[in-house]
Each structure stands twice: as C-alpha cells, then as structure tokens.
C-alpha cells in the first residue's frame, strides 16, 4: 500500500531505505464482528514457504521482531482502523547475494471474537526503541511480555536468521545474510564448548579458556550484537548439558540448607 494507506500500490519495486505498507483484513460478512491477527509473517527469496532461506519479521504469535533491529522503523500501525483489519510497516531489506532482488513474503493470520481480550496468543506487538518495551496495538502491556522471552507459549519455533546488518548512509538499508554458513555451526560448537569449560571448572582462573572459546563463537557466528546470542542461548544451553552428561565426571557435591 502507499504511505496514505487508501490503495493497493501499483509497483511492486521498493529501494533499500523505503518502507514497505502492509494491510491484513478479512471479510466479516454474515459472521459475529473478529479481531484479525498476524500470527508470523516470514520472507524468502523463492515462494516456497519451506525455503531453507528465510527470515521471520514477525513472530512469536504477533511479536514484529524486525523492530527490534538498528535503526529499524518497522511496527504495528496503531490504533487499527478496524478491529477486523490489521497494518504494520516494515523497512525494505534484501538477502545478501541474491541477484534475483525479489521477496516473497508469506503470513499466516488468525481471528478471535472482537471481544475477547488480546493475550500472549493473540496480540499485535511493537518494540518501542524510546521506552526500551514492548508495546500491544491493543491490550495491556502484558500481552506482549513474552516477545521479550522470545517463547509464547504455543508460538511455532521458527528457524531464524542473524540481525540482518545495516549499511552506512544517508537512508537506513540493509541485507539479509544469503545463507547458513558453516561458521555460524561452527561458532555454535566453539560456543558450546567454552559454556561447557566453564560449568566443569567453575568460576576462577581457568574460566579464561571458555570465556574466550565463547568470543571465538560469537564472532564466527556472524553475531551482530545481543540480539543473535539471545536467540541462541537456550539451544546452547541444552547442547551444554548433553556435552556434560557424556563428560566425565568431576568430584561435585551440592548441599541445601
């Protein structure tokens, strides 16, 4: 749509730095007046919805985690003009090394009663970068405290790509990483292996050996920030534990009192 959001737009060419208008609505007719949701919404370079290249700009049942991002505008356009429809705006991005330059943008919408209550699984979230929170377009705040956790309850775990990084200038662009590469599974095991160092030593002066494989990882991990360790932790995490169940066994005893 165009900025006015009063039609569909004609051209379907955007340049990096322009901001791309969305509009989800759905036809109530004869039906109890509905809430319309953008449960996620996930771009790929190709229409198939099951590309190994991928990048979800929302989430988490209604979590617009592109707005999360540096210098990123994208978020939910408040207050609807319709409980029935739904805008958001997203900034313009491509994926690093495709020379096709086309994007598919495929999402999955969803309805409640329009009065029901927004919760964790129904909502629309933006990330306000001037009050550091989570913000609904309707609801209270804590509907969108699980955008934060990255976890909403029955939210689909999607595969996920690093922040996207942004190029100098005088307008905000940026690309998407092209693909997987082994230095991100790399930088996940080197990750995996300094967390381990340190559960098994503990806290002193050999914790400096898995402090730095951490560094090691996080920098071959392509990560741009907290944003990628975040997204990552929980499976590092649970990689920790399988490594030390096959480790052995250092004298350890744990007292309660």
């Given at each position: 749509l165009p900025d006015d959001w009063s039609a569909e737009r004609l051209s379907t060419i955007f340049q990096l730095g322009e901001v791309l208008h969305f509009q989800a609505g759905v036809n109530t007719e004869n039906h109890a007046p509905l809430r319309l949701f953008v449960d996620n919404c996930v771009a790929t370079p190709t229409p198939d919805r099951s590309s190994s290249l991928q990048y979800p700009f929302i989430d988490f049942s209604g979590c617009l985690v592109d707005g999360q991002l540096d210098d990123a505008t994208s978020t939910f356009i408040s207050p609807r003009p319709r409980?029935?429809?739904?805008?958001?705006?997203?900034?313009?991005?491509?994926?690093?090394?495709?020379?096709?330059?086309?994007?598919?943008?495929?999402?999955?919408?969803?309805?409640?009663?329009?009065?029901?209550?927004?919760?964790?699984?129904?909502?629309?979230?933006?990330?306000?970068?001037?009050?550091?929170?989570?913000?609904?377009?309707?609801?209270?705040?804590?509907?969108?405290?699980?955008?934060?956790?990255?976890?909403?309850?029955?939210?689909?775990?999607?595969?996920?790509?690093?922040?996207?990084?942004?190029?100098?200038?005088?307008?905000?662009?940026?690309?998407?990483?092209?693909?997987?590469?082994?230095?991100?599974?790399?930088?996940?095991l080197w990750m995996v292996l300094g967390l381990a160092a340190i559960a098994i030593t503990g806290f002193n002066s050999h914790s400096l050996t898995g402090l730095q494989f951490i560094f090691i990882g996080y920098r071959l991990g392509g990560g741009s920030g907290e944003v990628f360790l975040e997204r990552q932790m929980n499976q590092i995490i649970m990689s920790t534990l399988t490594l030390l169940l096959c480790l052995p066994k250092p004298n350890l005893s744990i007292s309660f009192s």
């Open positions: 409980p029935d429809v739904l805008q958001f705006a997203v900034d313009a991005f491509k994926f690093a090394g495709d020379s096709s330059n086309l994007i598919y943008v495929i999402c999955h919408l969803k309805v409640s009663m329009a009065d029901q209550a927004p919760d964790p699984l129904n909502k629309a979230c933006s990330f306000n970068k001037a009050s550091n929170l989570w913000a609904p377009v309707e609801g209270t705040r804590d509907v969108c405290s699980c955008c934060e956790m990255r976890s909403c309850g029955l939210a689909r775990h999607s595969r996920r790509l690093h922040a996207p990084s942004r190029w100098q200038g005088g307008r905000a662009r940026r690309e998407l990483p092209s693909q997987f590469g082994m230095s991100q599974y790399a930088g996940h």
